[in-house]
């Protein structure tokens, strides 16, 4: 299967871990990509949009959902929220959900009422952690 891994970049050496897992398991494995030099976490924001913007991160990603069979959400507690999902791992579980992805979701869908409703709709399978429960 071609699994997309979906999330905060804040999580991305947890997506790693996950791309090996995945691989020995026998999938092939899309990751998001995590720009060297770019201070994702700057109070401004400039930096990652600019390299949003100028290097089609977005779009890159979209692409790669779109050969994909399915998506792995990486969601982890960030902040005071837990099993965290933001605004651009929404749109991308959305797009899945449109191309008819298989939507596979790491932890329990976090409490987020302004998207509590259709992140239900989507239909996700939560993993509950384990990715042996991929298939």
Known sequence: MKI???GSIKFFDEMVGFQKQLKANGHEVF???KVVGVDYWSEDGKS???????LGLVNEHLNKIEK?????VANYTKGDIKNYIGANTFIEMAFA???GNKIFILNPL???KYINDELVSFD????NGDLNNIK
């Open 4 to 6: 997309t891994i979906c």
């Open 97 to 99: 959900h449109h191309n």
């Open 31 to 33: 990751m998001p990509i």
């Open 124 to 127: 996700g399978i939560v993993l």
């Open 68 to 72: 994909s069979d399915a998506i792995l």
């Open 48 to 54: 990652r949009i600019e390299a949003k913007k100028g």
């Open 110 to 112: 976090p409490n987020q």
